[in-house]
């Protein structure tokens, strides 16, 4: 495998579940990102890891969060979402100075 | 703080035709520019980019963009657009600090090509 991988692609979940969106990328990079992208809004960066350590948070609702194990290595781990949650969630790399590197995303629909 | 705008949400356009993409920034400092493209179900996909140096900038798919530091402006053309360059286009500004790079998008526009 190559690039910025995302599991799974779609995710169907009730509003008192628990799940967890994963990504991984393969190049190598240092930096990795969350956005969320709702129809008819601009993307919105939610996360950014850098080395591992979390360094922005975008006044993201804490029933969103987020980890970093390893540099290879994304979650987001969802818990009493809304309705108003559902959307495509992407992930990205990059090098720390670098051009980002987006996966398929992951389109979460809470019922 | 950088922000970008796009101007108009969806743009249709001939098979063959030209294709502009508008989109105007603004920065505190020496921007660097991206543009990407979203093919339905899909994620972004860099098109091409501007940091320092040339202005006229050449991406893949046959797409080039033009910073004008003067017009804050770094709009998208292709001379001739295919059925498959229907897809939705996003232009991005990027922060960068020792923390690393922080896109912020606009507001996207979608293309639809005609036949």
């Known amino acids: 495998e190559t690039g910025v991988t995302q599991t799974p692609r779609h995710l169907v979940m009730g509003m008192t579940n628990k799940k967890s969106l994963k990504c991984e990328q393969h190049l190598g990079h240092n930096a990795m990102y969350w956005y969320k992208q709702s129809a008819k809004k601009p993307l919105e960066l939610m996360f950014v890891y850098s080395l591992e350590e979390r360094v922005e948070n975008n006044s993201v609702p804490s029933r969103f969060s987020p980890e970093c194990p390893n540099s290879s290595h994304l979650f987001l781990h969802l818990h009493t979402l809304q309705p108003e949650d559902s959307a495509l969630y992407l992930c990205a790399s990059s090098h720390v100075t670098g051009e980002l590197f987006f996966g398929e995303g992951s389109r979460l629909t809470v019922l | 703080a950088q922000s970008v705008t796009q101007l108009g949400s969806h743009v249709s356009v001939s098979e063959g035709a030209l294709v502009l993409l508008r989109c105007n920034y603004s920065?505190?400092?020496?921007?660097?520019l991206f543009w990407y493209v979203q093919y339905p179900n899909q994620g972004l996909q860099l098109l091409l980019k501007y940091t320092t140096g040339a202005t006229l900038v050449k991406g893949i798919n046959g797409f080039e963009a033009e910073f004008k530091k003067s017009e804050t402006s770094f709009h998208l053309t292709k001379p001739s657009a295919h059925m498959s360059d229907a897809a939705e286009y996003f232009c991005?500004?990027?922060?960068?600090?020792?923390?690393?790079?922080?896109?912020?998008f606009g507001g996207g526009t979608r293309v639809l090509v005609k036949p």
């Open positions: 920065s505190s400092v020496p921007p660097y």
């Open positions: 991005a500004v990027i922060r960068s600090d020792a923390a690393g790079n922080k896109l912020t």
